[in-house]
Nanobody
Framework: QVQLVESGGGLVQAGGSLRLSCGAS????????MGWYRQAPGKQRELVAV???????NYADSVKGRFTISRDNAKNTVYLQMNSLKPEDTAVYYC????????WGQGTQVTVSS
């Protein structure tokens, strides 16, 4: 069973940066989109960023200009570079990989202090 393993979350002050990584424990065939969702306490899960197999990226309006998504197809890995972090970015971040099925990461906590 292939799993997605996330890393890079943590506690950071407002204005700081974090880089999340999400890699597959095995080979995933026919990968299309890769992306990140987040869920803050008491809120619905929201799409943060997605990157297609061709490298096109889309972002939630709340993170445009601050977050950058990228992928390494050879490593089946997706990254999220988060700059100028704000307290409202505090959430559990989940990566996903859309292939023949959708794979999900276990989630990593990002906490931004004011």
């Amino acid at each position: 069973q292939v799993q997605l393993v996330e890393s890079g979350g943590g506690l950071v002050q407002a204005g700081g940066s974090l880089r999340l990584s999400c890699g597959a424990s095995g080979i995933i065939f026919s990968i299309n989109d890769m992306g990140w969702y987040r869920q803050a306490p008491g809120k619905q899960r929201e799409l943060v960023a997605v990157i297609t197999s061709g490298g096109s990226a889309n972002y939630a309006d709340s993170v445009k200009g601050r977050f950058t998504i990228s992928r390494d197809n050879a490593k089946n890995t997706v990254y999220l570079q988060m700059n100028s972090l704000k307290p409202e970015d505090t959430a559990v971040y989940y990566c996903y990989v859309a292939a023949l099925i959708i794979y999900w990461g276990q989630g990593t906590q990002v906490t931004v202090s004011s």
